[in-house]
């Protein structure tokens, strides 16, 4: 240390651990949510009065999910 301003003249004999940012990027639940809301879909589509559009519906579903899980593996790399 400087004895006139305390400013370091050498470097710490320690250096701190950098810090990884906590909860990143899109919970597990953001992709399962649309997986069983599609699963729900196909399941009721023939009960309903519209089964292709309920097939149509499934198919978003499904695909939205499967989307935001290859998102949360390319973001673990």
Known sequence: MC???GVG????VRKPVP???VGRGMPLVAA???LLLALAALAL??????PREMDIAAM????AGI????????RRR
């Open 67 to 74: 989307l935001v899980l290859i998102a949360r593996l390319l």
């Open 3 to 5: 004895f006139r301003c």
């Open 19 to 21: 810090i990884k940012p």
């Open 45 to 50: 589509s023939e009960a309903s009065g519209y």
């Open 32 to 34: 399962v949510v649309p």
């Open 60 to 63: 978003t579903l499904a695909s």
């Open 9 to 12: 003249t050498t470097d710490p």
